[in-house]
């Protein structure tokens, strides 16, 4: 299990609030420095395993917790006048369900514990892995990681107890995490009083450099002997708009078979047509045999992508590498179109002269 809350769920809702992440963050500006710094270590504070003991207690201890097998959310929301629903499946089993619907069309994305894939609008099923998949797993996930910390110990590098300081309007211990898979670093707030977790705040390295997510979680509401949080607060400059409110409106335990993560037909066949591939299909060439003009894109388009291939060149050869490895591995879920097209193009004028 990942923790990846703050980049997946960011991205999940940029993408159905308007067009790809490419398109909603070409801007330069430099974003995600306005949060300033956690409080540095203080002498007095508990040790961590006693903040994740609290954190567990406050919820209803860890015999409720491991009775939670599957879990049933869904979640709605508004950004600029754009209505968004997120439907999460989990089972402890190992399976997983995401789907997200606005207006622009429903992305859903699954695994029955072992095969992953994902249906973007206007696109067919696909077999995903990597990053995409975490996000799957992030994104299902989300309740079950904030209920047990212990399992977010398991994915970090480095995991400690660095300070105390206010949080959504609470003296919290700050406990600071690394991921072990990706660069950047976090803080979660835990109610120095209660010992519940209040929420995180998240920075990773992007093309876009810098960003700083805070997740803060609200209405805690006991179901089945375990208090989960009915609304979720998100503030990322991903997110057009400003802040906004996750409002749970469906949270069922128990509830589900694993019939409800058995892969689609669709998916069972791609699966089947992989393992009967003696050799590794080569990816997509996300340039194709020709190469694509400036003006080959939609002029409302071109602007934006000049914009971001000088950011990202600016950012120097990791900077680079780190972003066609972003963009390739996004390429394959994309529907055929002007957004798809355009990263095609960036990807392309990227790997000129390396």
Known sequence: MNLRLTSSTALCVVLFAGSTAVAQ??????????????AVAQDGLPSLEKIIADAVKAIGGREAIDEVKTLHTIMSMEMMGTAITMENKWSREGGRWAKTDSPMGSMEMGSDGTTSWMKMPGAGYSIISG????????????????????????????MEVVGREEFDGRMAHVVRFEPKDTEGEGFMFFDANTGRVLGLRQTEQSPMGEQTTTMTFGE?????????????????????GGPMDMNITT???????????ALPEEV?????????????????????????????LPESYRDRAQQMITQIKAGGEQTISQSLQQF??????????????????????????Q
């Open 328 to 353: 390739e591995e996004l390429m394959p879920s994309l529907p055929e179109g002007d957004d798809k097209l355009t990263l095609q193009y960036i990807v392309q004028e990227l790997k000129k002269g």
């Open 131 to 158: 990053p995409q998949a975490d996000q799957l797993d992030s994104q299902a996930s989300l309740h079950i990681m904030m209920l047990d910390p212990q399992q977010i110990k398991q994915d970090m590098a480095t």
């Open 220 to 240: 805690w509401k006991k179901v089945s002997g375990v208090e989960f949080f009915h609304v979720l607060k998100v503030q990322s400059p991903m997110m057009p």
């Open 25 to 38: 963050n070409s801007g330069g500006n430099a974003i995600g420095q306005a949060e300033s710094a956690p």
């Open 251 to 261: 949270l069922k335990v128990n509830e589900l078979d694993e019939s409800a993560f």
């Open 268 to 296: 069972a066949a791609l699966a089947a047509e992989d393992e009967g591939d003696d050799n590794t299909p080569a990816q997509d060439d996300a340039v194709g045999s020709d190469e694509i003009a400036l003006e080959d």
